[in-house]
């Protein structure tokens, strides 16, 4: 009945529209079936074996902004959901290199393997009207059969919200309880030290406060950003002036440890126009990022330079990811540094693509290393 088709995941065969109608018409016979899911304040549908939708409540259509079942009968989560990746490959969603880490998929899956319930989290990234939307969710999978066939009841709860304060609690306050606690021990060492080294001391102040603002600004920026409030404000940028600022901005922080920040000799001096501030956010995290992947002693390099009629600024580090850590970047709350952690990545892509029109990307591997890098329209003529 189906045909085997190649997946770098799950299966990638799907049922007819015909036999995902059938199916339709046999839940139809569940007595009660629509007063009873239909009456649940969260998402649910049934899929068939091949992950499809035969059956959705009313608040996963409303979710959706679908006016009749047809709109989604036959597809799969991520295709319903408009998951970036869903069409990735031929096969949809499910049999991409991405699926493999996506919550939503395995717990289908393991759902059909065990027989019994399973619970996963799920971080998804949606394009809804042209613009990236992040999500996360907690998604239940619960095999079942009836009338000789199998079928997989799914449900889904929204914790994004729950979420967020948590990376806030975590990311926010703990980090600026930090940078704070530095900061007064500087003050602290200057009742102490000779006059001579005052000075330094003073300088290390001025950048540990710089800190704290600029972790404020960030926050409420990227509240902004996710509520389509945020308002860009265009100026002239010089490259080479603009990259001096991040690295002394960043020359004391935490993360510079033992660690040297340096400007390519190469990096070509240009006017352009655009956002400084939300552009100093996408590079200091670049610039963090590439730190904390690094070794003690060793440097990281920034680059900024034309990419034909663009400018991409770059930077690079000499630590590679993983298959798992790559495909798995730009998620919302995604980190390689422990729970609760990870909006950095996801800040750029937001900040870069959604507001000042650039590309955000990025390319590892064992031997270059890992370079981050976004691409700007703008430039001003010489």
Same mark, same amino acid.
């Given at each position: 009945m189906y045909q085997y088709m190649d997946?770098?995941?799950?299966?990638?065969?799907?049922?007819?529209m015909a036999e995902v109608l059938l199916s339709k018409s046999k839940l139809d016979h569940f007595p009660f079936i629509d007063e009873i899911f239909c009456s649940?304040?969260?998402?649910?549908?049934?899929?068939?074996?091949?992950?499809?939708?035969?059956?959705?409540?009313?608040?996963?259509?409303?979710?959706?902004?679908?006016?009749?079942?047809?709109?989604?009968?036959?597809?799969?989560?991520?295709?319903?959901?408009e998951c970036i990746h869903a069409s990735d490959e031929i096969n949809g969603c499910g049999t991409s290199e991405h699926c493999r880490y996506c919550g939503a998929i395995n717990s289908i899956v393991k759902s059909k393997i065990t027989m019994a319930k399973t619970i996963e989290e799920c971080r998804i990234r949606r394009m809804v009207n042209g613009?990236?939307?992040?999500?996360?969710?907690?998604?239940?999978?619960?095999?079942?059969?009836?009338?000789?066939?199998?079928?997989?009841?799914?449900?889904?709860?929204?914790?994004?919200?729950?979420?967020?304060?948590?990376?806030i609690e975590k990311i926010f306050f703990h980090d600026i309880q930090n940078t704070a606690g530095s900061l007064n021990n500087i003050f602290e060492l200057l009742e102490e030290v000779p006059e001579a080294d005052k000075k330094e001391l003073l300088t290390i102040a001025a950048s540990l406060s710089r800190q704290i603002l600029d972790e404020i600004a960030t926050q409420r920026l990227l509240s902004q950003a996710e509520n389509a409030s945020l308002i860009i404000s265009d100026q002239r940028i010089n490259t080479k002036e603009f990259l001096d600022v991040v690295v002394k901005d960043l020359r004391y922080h935490e993360v510079s440890a033992e660690k040297e920040i340096l400007i390519e000799s190469t990096s070509e001096s240009?006017?352009?126009? *655009?956002?400084?501030?939300?552009? %100093?956010?996408?590079?200091?995290?670049?610039? &963090?990022?590439?730190? $904390?992947?690094?070794?003690? !002693?060793?440097?990281?390099?920034?680059?900024?330079?034309?990419?034909?009629?663009?400018i991409r600024f770059e930077v690079h580090n000499r630590a590679f990811m993983t298959p798992e850590v790559e495909l798995q970047v730009f998620m919302r709350?995604? *980190?390689?540094?422990?729970?609760? %952690?990870?909006?950095?990545?996801?800040?750029? &892509?937001?900040?870069? $693509?959604?507001?000042?029109? !650039?590309k955000v990307n990025f390319t590892t591997d064992a031997e270059k290393?890992?370079?981050?890098?976004?691409?700007?329209?703008?430039?001003?003529?010489?």
């Open positions: 997946t770098k995941f799950a299966p990638g065969e799907r049922a007819s649940l304040s969260y998402i649910f549908c049934i899929f068939n074996d091949q992950r499809q939708i035969v059956f959705v409540n009313d608040m996963l259509m409303k979710s959706l902004g679908v006016e009749h079942v047809d709109q989604v009968l036959g597809r799969r989560f991520g295709e319903a959901f613009k990236e939307h992040s999500m996360e969710l907690e998604v239940t999978s619960t095999p079942f059969v009836f009338e000789k066939e199998h079928f997989t009841i799914f449900s889904v709860i929204d914790i994004t919200d729950r979420k967020r304060r948590g990376l240009l006017d352009f126009v *655009s956002d400084p501030v939300i552009l %100093r956010k996408i590079i200091n995290n670049m610039v &963090k990022n590439a730190l $904390e992947a690094s070794e003690p !002693g060793e440097s990281i390099s920034l680059k900024v330079q034309r990419n034909g009629d663009k709350s995604f *980190s390689t540094k422990g729970v609760q %952690r990870g909006l950095g990545t996801y800040s750029m &892509k937001i900040f870069g $693509e959604q507001y000042l029109g !650039g290393g890992t370079i981050f890098y976004i691409d700007l329209e703008n430039i001003l003529p010489d």
